[in-house]
């Protein structure tokens, strides 16, 4: 089966296990595709069925694979598709940064937290764009204007309240290292991207499949099918070797002669470290690929890279989460959503310094607040949105985000002890998380219920980074 969710939820009537399907056996259609990739069957109207269908079979045919936050955001299909396009949207469409320096800022961000199925996954699409593989021996290796980003990312990671426009400052005003203001923009976004996807990660138990060994670069695909054709009914001779996470056949073999051809031109050469002093975003390079926690199986059976250790792209790694002092604090510290929101001033700053990436983040954060949450909020006493706007308003709390018009008394009263201590732990220490947890906190939770208030962990934490770093950037700009 194409990878079942980690943390397994109690039996309940309305959520009965998957089928088995034969290893070999024949697509059926999208309704097979479905059944195979949810851990459990959930009540969906007859449209999201279809539309999660739809998605699915859109990602297999796109990318090869259905990776494990694909399959657990399967669970609510409007957040998923408004999710998937944003995302496509940041990585491969136009934009100010080049397609490699994307990939490699995904890394930065999730290395922040140890997030080795989110560094692993980019560390193979940024050799698939032509990223220079020594730039994967770590920030040393990397050009001085990038490495100059890590920075704002160790900030925004842990401690968002303290970015300032000086920063931006610093960044855009470095001679040839210098940023412009929509690079940077795109690479905030970035940053704030992964951070917030960690904690999914994390939080839905994706981190703990990746470390048990159930890779997201393994075929997931049943038999010895190529995707490149199955979709029209056709089938092609090439077997699925694990390496699903290419969009087709003919890509891998063209990736496997680069990597072939980077080892024996490099095979007994000195490393050096001039290409990382390059003042550009370099398209690529070539580089050894050996030592630096990478490994290149000669016959491509199951992994094409994999990170061994991630602390080569971290800086100040004792750098991380302090609590927004609560108890006699500076009042001018606290960011007032009434001054600076993203409706009023986030939104347009973003969308017209990085094209119409406005609108699809403003669809995002709209979508996960439309998500119904009827079960969940009645077990707790209350209303849908009053459940909802707790938990935002909490995480937004921890970040030092208040809203005048909010009762935050509130958030003792309808969240549990226990769910706020988790609900913390995945927004503010997310590498913290454990299998343990997810299952103690949420025994009266679905597990559709669980991904549900792990995307509201996801979108207003990413909110809030946005705020911090979009406020120093309106901050600078009129100063």
Same mark, same amino acid.
């Given at each position: ?37 949810l851990?459990?069957?959930v009540k ?7 539309r ?22 399967g ?32 890394? #930065?961000a999730?290395?922040?937290?140890q ?8 560390m193979?699409?940024f ?6 593989p ?6 040393d ?22 970015i ?9 005003k470095?001679?040839?290292?210098s940023?412009?203001?929509? *690079?940077?923009? @795109? ?26 060994g ?12 190529c ?5 029209s ?5 090439? *077997?699925?070797l694990g ?10 073999e ?7 051809r ?12 001039n ?61 007032r ?12 700053l ?28 009645k ?18 709390? #921890? ?11 509130e ?15 995945v927004?503010?220490?997310p ?15 679905? @597990?559709s ?7 509201l962990?996801l ?21």
């Open positions: 089966m194409l990878g079942l969710a980690p943390f397994q939820p109690l039996s309940d009537p309305q959520e009965t296990p998957t089928p088995q399907v034969k290893a070999n056996s024949c697509w059926s259609g999208p309704a097979l595709i479905l059944g195979l990739c851990p459990q069957v969906m109207t007859s449209s999201d069925q279809e999660a269908q739809f998605l699915f079979v859109k990602a297999l045919a796109s990318r090869g694979r259905l990776e494990a936050v694909t399959q657990q955001m669970y609510h299909p409007q957040y998923l598709d408004s999710f998937l396009k944003m995302q496509h949207y940041l990585l491969h469409m136009d934009g100010p940064l080049p397609f490699a320096c994307r990939h490699y800022i995904a890394i #930065m999730a290395a922040r937290h997030c080795w199925y989110l560094v692993n996954l980019h193979l699409q050799l698939r764009v032509g990223g220079d020594q730039w994967l021996r770590g920030l290796f990397m050009p001085p204007k990038l490495r100059n980003l890590n920075e704002i990312n160790k900030i925004l990671a842990h401690r968002p309240w303290l300032s426009k000086e920063h931006i400052e610093k960044l855009l470095i001679s040839e290292q940023w412009s203001l929509a *690079e940077l923009v @795109h690479a905030v976004v970035l940053v704030a991207h992964y951070h917030a996807l960690a904690s999914f990660v994390f939080g839905c138990g994706c981190e703990q499949e990746w470390l048990d159930r890779s997201i670069l393994k075929s997931t695909l049943p038999g010895n099918q995707f490149c054709e199955s979709a009914g056709n089938s092609c001779n090439l *077997e699925l390496q699903g996470s290419l969009d087709s056949c003919v890509e891998l063209s990736l496997r002669e680069r990597i072939q980077i080892h024996l031109e490099t095979e007994g050469r000195e490393e050096t470290s290409d990382a002093e390059e003042t550009s975003f370099p398209k690529g390079g070539r580089g050894s690929a050996i030592g630096f926690g990478l490994f290149f199986p000669s016959d491509f059976d199951g992994e094409i890279v994999r990170a061994t250790d991630l602390s080569c792209y971290v800086q100040d790694p004792d750098f991380g989460y302090q609590d927004f002092a609560r108890r006699d604090e500076d009042q001018t510290q606290l960011f959503v009434q001054d600076y929101s993203w409706e009023d001033h986030g939104f347009s973003v969308n017209r310094l990085y094209s119409d990436v406005g609108h699809l983040l403003d669809e995002k954060f709209r979508t996960v607040d439309g998500l119904q949450s009827n079960a969940m909020a077990r707790q006493g209350c209303e849908s949105s009053v459940f909802k706007r707790g938990i935002w308003n909490y995480i937004h709390c #921890m970040f030092g985000i208040r809203y005048d018009d909010y009762d935050y008394a958030v003792n009263h309808f969240l549990e002890r226990m769910l706020k201590v988790y609900i913390k732990t927004t503010c220490y590498e913290k998380t454990s299998p343990e947890m997810f299952r103690r906190f949420w025994k009266q939770f679905k @597990h219920e669980k991904v549900h208030v792990n995307l962990i979108e207003a934490r990413m909110q809030a980074e946005l705020l911090y770093a979009l406020r120093a950037i309106t901050q600078y700009m009129i100063s």
